[in-house]
Protein backbone atom coordinates (compact mmCIF):
# COMPACT_ATOMS: atom_id res chain seq x y z
CA UNK A 1 0.00 0.00 0.00
CA UNK A 2 1.49 3.69 -0.82
CA UNK A 3 1.64 5.45 1.99
CA UNK A 4 0.62 9.64 0.90
CA UNK A 5 2.57 12.03 2.88
CA UNK A 6 -0.87 12.89 4.74
CA UNK A 7 -0.86 9.55 5.55
CA UNK A 8 3.14 9.53 7.09
CA UNK A 9 2.69 12.87 8.93
CA UNK A 10 -1.03 11.27 10.72
CA UNK A 11 1.38 8.29 11.48
CA UNK A 12 4.09 10.72 12.88
CA UNK A 13 1.86 12.77 15.28
CA UNK A 14 0.03 9.54 16.25
CA UNK A 15 3.56 7.80 17.26
CA UNK A 16 4.39 10.94 19.20
CA UNK A 17 1.01 11.35 21.48
CA UNK A 18 1.42 8.00 22.21
CA UNK A 19 5.10 8.77 23.76
CA UNK A 20 3.99 11.71 25.58
CA UNK A 21 1.65 9.48 26.83
CA UNK A 22 4.09 7.15 28.35
CA UNK A 23 6.04 10.15 29.57
CA UNK A 24 3.66 11.08 31.56
CA UNK A 25 2.54 8.01 33.45
CA UNK A 26 6.11 7.58 34.25
CA UNK A 27 6.22 11.63 35.41
CA UNK A 28 2.77 10.71 37.45
CA UNK A 29 4.51 7.53 39.13
CA UNK A 30 7.53 9.36 40.00
CA UNK A 31 5.83 12.19 41.17
CA UNK A 32 3.15 9.91 43.18
CA UNK A 33 6.66 7.81 44.73
CA UNK A 34 8.50 11.33 45.81
CA UNK A 35 4.60 11.97 47.68
CA UNK A 36 4.75 8.65 49.39
CA UNK A 37 8.66 8.26 50.10
CA UNK A 38 7.83 11.78 51.64
CA UNK A 39 5.20 10.87 53.51
CA UNK A 40 6.84 7.75 55.40
CA UNK A 41 9.76 10.38 56.07
CA UNK A 42 7.61 12.44 57.24
CA UNK A 43 5.58 10.29 59.34
CA UNK A 44 8.61 8.76 61.26
CA UNK A 45 9.84 12.40 62.64
CA UNK A 46 8.34 13.09 65.87
CA UNK A 47 9.61 12.80 69.60
CA UNK A 48 9.77 8.85 70.79
CA UNK A 49 10.84 7.87 74.68
CA UNK A 50 11.11 4.82 76.80
CA UNK A 51 13.88 3.42 79.05
CA UNK A 52 17.72 2.80 77.41
CA UNK A 53 19.06 -0.22 78.88
CA UNK A 54 22.70 -1.84 79.61
CA UNK A 55 23.94 -4.19 76.99
CA UNK A 56 25.54 -6.08 79.38
CA UNK A 57 23.77 -7.05 82.24
CA UNK A 58 20.80 -5.44 80.86
CA UNK A 59 20.07 -3.06 83.76
CA UNK A 60 18.29 0.48 83.14
CA UNK A 61 20.83 3.32 82.22
CA UNK A 62 18.01 5.87 82.37
CA UNK A 63 14.93 7.39 80.53
CA UNK A 64 15.67 7.94 76.93
CA UNK A 65 13.99 10.40 74.61
CA UNK A 66 14.83 10.59 70.73
CA UNK A 67 13.74 13.25 69.02
CA UNK A 68 13.89 12.40 65.29
CA UNK A 69 13.69 15.22 62.72
CA UNK A 70 13.50 14.56 58.86
CA UNK A 71 14.76 16.40 56.25
CA UNK A 72 11.91 17.97 54.11
CA UNK A 73 13.26 17.12 50.72
CA UNK A 74 13.31 13.41 49.45
CA UNK A 75 15.39 13.75 45.86
CA UNK A 76 13.57 11.70 42.96
CA UNK A 77 14.14 7.71 43.20
CA UNK A 78 16.75 7.99 46.22
CA UNK A 79 16.36 4.88 48.62
CA UNK A 80 16.92 7.06 51.54
CA UNK A 81 16.53 10.71 53.30
CA UNK A 82 18.15 12.33 55.94
CA UNK A 83 17.83 12.32 58.91
CA UNK A 84 19.04 14.05 62.48
CA UNK A 85 18.04 13.20 66.50
CA UNK A 86 18.13 14.91 69.68
CA UNK A 87 19.26 12.34 72.42
CA UNK A 88 18.21 12.73 76.05
CA UNK A 89 19.38 10.85 78.89
CA UNK A 90 17.87 11.21 82.09
CA UNK A 91 18.53 9.85 85.45
CA UNK A 92 17.42 9.89 88.89
CA UNK A 93 19.62 8.19 91.55
CA UNK A 94 20.55 8.83 95.57
CA UNK A 95 22.23 12.05 94.71
CA UNK A 96 19.75 13.39 92.65
CA UNK A 97 18.81 14.03 88.47
CA UNK A 98 20.84 14.52 85.36
CA UNK A 99 20.29 14.91 81.97
CA UNK A 100 22.43 14.99 79.32
CA UNK A 101 21.65 16.25 75.60
CA UNK A 102 23.61 15.32 72.46
CA UNK A 103 22.67 15.91 68.48
CA UNK A 104 23.64 13.38 65.72
CA UNK A 105 23.30 15.29 62.07
CA UNK A 106 22.91 14.10 58.41
CA UNK A 107 22.36 10.21 59.15
CA UNK A 108 20.23 8.18 56.69
CA UNK A 109 17.09 6.89 56.90
CA UNK A 110 16.46 3.96 54.57
CA UNK A 111 12.89 4.14 52.98
CA UNK A 112 12.51 0.47 52.36
CA UNK A 113 13.48 -1.19 55.36
CA UNK A 114 12.64 1.71 57.95
CA UNK A 115 15.78 2.20 59.74
CA UNK A 116 18.44 4.73 60.23
CA UNK A 117 22.06 5.35 61.29
CA UNK A 118 23.44 8.44 62.65
CA UNK A 119 26.95 9.28 63.84
CA UNK A 120 28.62 11.63 65.40
CA UNK A 121 32.54 12.63 66.54
CA UNK A 122 33.11 13.32 70.27
CA UNK A 123 36.68 14.37 71.67
CA UNK A 124 37.30 12.51 74.75
CA UNK A 125 40.73 14.28 74.93
CA UNK A 126 42.46 17.52 73.55
CA UNK A 127 43.51 16.04 71.05
CA UNK A 128 41.75 12.34 70.66
CA UNK A 129 38.08 11.45 69.45
CA UNK A 130 35.71 8.57 69.08
CA UNK A 131 32.26 7.73 67.23
CA UNK A 132 28.98 7.45 69.17
CA UNK A 133 26.68 5.54 66.84
CA UNK A 134 22.60 5.38 67.35
CA UNK A 135 20.66 3.34 65.18
CA UNK A 136 17.66 1.66 65.15
CA UNK A 137 14.35 0.96 62.80
CA UNK A 138 10.66 2.98 63.30
CA UNK A 139 7.35 0.83 62.85
CA UNK A 140 4.26 1.49 63.87
CA UNK A 141 5.20 4.12 66.35
CA UNK A 142 7.78 2.06 68.06
CA UNK A 143 11.80 3.21 67.34
CA UNK A 144 13.91 -0.02 68.39
CA UNK A 145 17.56 0.13 68.30
CA UNK A 146 20.83 1.37 69.85
CA UNK A 147 23.51 3.56 71.03
CA UNK A 148 27.52 2.49 71.23
CA UNK A 149 30.53 3.29 70.25
CA UNK A 150 32.16 1.01 67.83
CA UNK A 151 34.97 -1.47 69.23
CA UNK A 152 33.07 -0.94 72.34
CA UNK A 153 29.84 -2.35 72.01
CA UNK A 154 29.30 -3.77 75.46
CA UNK A 155 29.49 -0.26 77.03
CA UNK A 156 26.72 0.58 74.63
CA UNK A 157 22.99 0.22 75.22
CA UNK A 158 19.46 -0.98 73.78
CA UNK A 159 16.07 0.58 73.76
CA UNK A 160 12.93 0.16 72.72
CA UNK A 161 10.82 3.60 72.39
CA UNK A 162 7.32 4.78 71.87
CA UNK A 163 6.58 7.98 69.71
CA UNK A 164 4.76 10.39 72.07
CA UNK A 165 4.93 8.49 75.03
CA UNK A 166 5.32 10.09 78.44
CA UNK A 167 8.56 10.18 79.90
CA UNK A 168 9.58 7.66 82.22
CA UNK A 169 11.95 8.42 85.92
CA UNK A 170 14.11 5.67 85.54
CA UNK A 171 16.37 4.92 88.35
CA UNK A 172 19.09 3.58 87.00
CA UNK A 173 21.80 1.54 87.63
CA UNK A 174 25.56 2.55 87.85
CA UNK A 175 27.64 1.77 84.86
CA UNK A 176 31.32 0.56 84.83
CA UNK A 177 32.84 4.21 84.56
CA UNK A 178 29.84 5.71 87.39
CA UNK A 179 30.46 2.80 89.80
CA UNK A 180 34.65 3.68 89.00
CA UNK A 181 34.34 7.40 89.63
CA UNK A 182 32.21 6.93 92.87
CA UNK A 183 34.57 4.37 94.10
CA UNK A 184 38.01 5.98 92.86
CA UNK A 185 39.65 8.78 95.20
CA UNK A 186 41.19 11.89 93.75
CA UNK A 187 44.94 12.02 96.47
CA UNK A 188 46.63 9.57 96.90
CA UNK A 189 49.66 9.40 98.90
CA UNK A 190 52.51 6.28 99.05
CA UNK A 191 56.25 5.89 98.33
CA UNK A 192 58.32 5.85 95.24
CA UNK A 193 61.27 3.99 94.80
CA UNK A 194 64.00 4.63 92.34
CA UNK A 195 66.02 2.07 90.30
CA UNK A 196 68.92 2.84 92.75
CA UNK A 197 66.63 2.08 95.42
CA UNK A 198 66.35 5.98 96.80
CA UNK A 199 62.89 6.22 98.66
CA UNK A 200 61.01 9.15 98.07
CA UNK A 201 57.59 10.38 99.63
CA UNK A 202 54.91 10.37 96.46
CA UNK A 203 51.79 12.02 96.32
CA UNK A 204 49.29 11.41 93.38
CA UNK A 205 46.36 13.96 92.19
CA UNK A 206 43.51 12.43 89.69
CA UNK A 207 41.51 15.44 88.67
CA UNK A 208 38.98 14.63 85.84
CA UNK A 209 38.93 16.25 82.74
CA UNK A 210 35.98 18.86 82.46
CA UNK A 211 33.02 17.68 80.40
CA UNK A 212 30.75 19.56 78.22
CA UNK A 213 26.81 17.92 77.72
CA UNK A 214 28.37 16.10 74.99
CA UNK A 215 31.10 14.37 75.84
CA UNK A 216 29.16 13.62 79.53
CA UNK A 217 26.46 11.81 76.97
CA UNK A 218 29.37 10.31 75.35
CA UNK A 219 30.78 8.59 78.52
CA UNK A 220 27.76 6.52 79.45
CA UNK A 221 29.33 4.52 76.47
CA UNK A 222 32.76 5.11 76.60
CA UNK A 223 35.17 3.29 79.29
CA UNK A 224 38.19 5.26 78.50
CA UNK A 225 38.34 8.93 80.51
CA UNK A 226 40.59 11.64 80.46
CA UNK A 227 41.61 13.14 83.43
CA UNK A 228 45.23 15.71 84.87
CA UNK A 229 47.44 13.74 87.28
CA UNK A 230 49.83 15.63 89.22
CA UNK A 231 52.71 13.66 90.72
CA UNK A 232 54.42 15.27 94.01
CA UNK A 233 57.87 13.65 94.84
CA UNK A 234 60.21 14.22 98.03
CA UNK A 235 59.57 16.52 101.03
CA UNK A 236 56.28 18.09 101.10
CA UNK A 237 58.42 21.33 101.79
CA UNK A 238 59.97 21.78 98.75
CA UNK A 239 58.70 18.67 96.20
CA UNK A 240 59.23 17.97 92.54
CA UNK A 241 55.41 18.07 90.84
CA UNK A 242 55.42 16.80 87.16
CA UNK A 243 52.00 17.01 85.50
CA UNK A 244 50.57 14.18 83.15
CA UNK A 245 47.61 16.05 81.32
CA UNK A 246 45.18 14.06 80.09
CA UNK A 247 45.83 10.48 80.98
CA UNK A 248 43.97 7.95 80.23
CA UNK A 249 42.03 5.90 82.70
CA UNK A 250 40.79 2.75 81.34
CA UNK A 251 37.80 1.66 83.46
CA UNK A 252 37.82 -1.97 81.70
CA UNK A 253 41.47 -2.58 82.26
CA UNK A 254 41.95 -0.51 85.76
CA UNK A 255 44.83 0.93 84.10
CA UNK A 256 45.67 4.80 83.84
CA UNK A 257 48.59 5.87 81.29
CA UNK A 258 50.24 9.46 80.89
CA UNK A 259 52.99 11.54 79.30
CA UNK A 260 54.55 14.28 80.53
CA UNK A 261 57.39 16.36 77.78
CA UNK A 262 59.64 19.28 78.67
CA UNK A 263 62.51 20.69 79.40
CA UNK A 264 65.28 20.85 82.17
CA UNK A 265 66.40 24.16 83.07
CA UNK A 266 69.06 24.64 80.75
CA UNK A 267 66.41 23.64 78.00
CA UNK A 268 67.07 19.77 78.35
CA UNK A 269 64.21 18.26 77.17
CA UNK A 270 62.83 15.09 78.82
CA UNK A 271 60.11 12.73 78.40
CA UNK A 272 58.92 10.50 81.18
CA UNK A 273 55.99 7.79 81.06
CA UNK A 274 53.63 6.42 83.75
CA UNK A 275 51.73 3.23 83.46
CA UNK A 276 49.67 3.09 86.28
CA UNK A 277 47.26 -0.45 87.73
CA UNK A 278 44.23 0.09 89.70
CA UNK A 279 44.54 -1.85 93.51
CA UNK A 280 43.01 -2.10 96.59
CA UNK A 281 39.34 -1.91 96.74
CA UNK A 282 36.39 0.64 97.39
CA UNK A 283 37.06 1.64 100.59
CA UNK A 284 41.25 2.29 100.29
CA UNK A 285 41.50 2.32 96.38
CA UNK A 286 45.52 2.45 94.93
CA UNK A 287 47.75 2.58 92.31
CA UNK A 288 50.91 0.84 91.41
CA UNK A 289 52.58 3.42 88.70
CA UNK A 290 56.15 2.36 86.70
CA UNK A 291 57.87 5.42 86.28
CA UNK A 292 60.00 5.75 82.79
CA UNK A 293 62.29 8.33 82.01
CA UNK A 294 66.23 9.42 82.93
CA UNK A 295 65.78 7.37 85.93
CA UNK A 296 62.99 4.46 86.68
CA UNK A 297 60.50 4.12 89.33
CA UNK A 298 57.85 2.03 91.40
CA UNK A 299 55.32 4.02 92.97
CA UNK A 300 52.57 3.03 95.14
CA UNK A 301 50.37 4.97 96.68
CA UNK A 302 46.99 4.45 98.22
CA UNK A 303 43.79 6.79 99.33
CA UNK A 304 40.25 7.05 100.74
CA UNK A 305 37.03 6.57 98.79
CA UNK A 306 35.10 9.72 98.47
Request: proline share 4%; with cysteine; hydrophobic share 35%.
Amino acid sequence: MKLTNRTLVLLALLAALSGCGKDRTIEQADAQKNIDDQAETDRVAGVYTGTLFAKSGGKPMGSLTIELSADTRVEGGAQSSVVSAQATLETSDRSGRSSETIHFADGRYDLVNHSFRINTTVGFTRSQSATLSIAGTVNDGVLKGKIEVPNYADFGGTYRLVKDAPAADVAAGPGALDRARGTRATNYRGRATTDQDATLEARFIYTPSTRNADQRFFDRFFPLRSGNVSVSLGDADSPVVVAFPDAIWDTRRGTLTGTSDGNLPGQTPYSITLNCQETGDARTPGWNCDWNGTRRMRMKVTGSAR
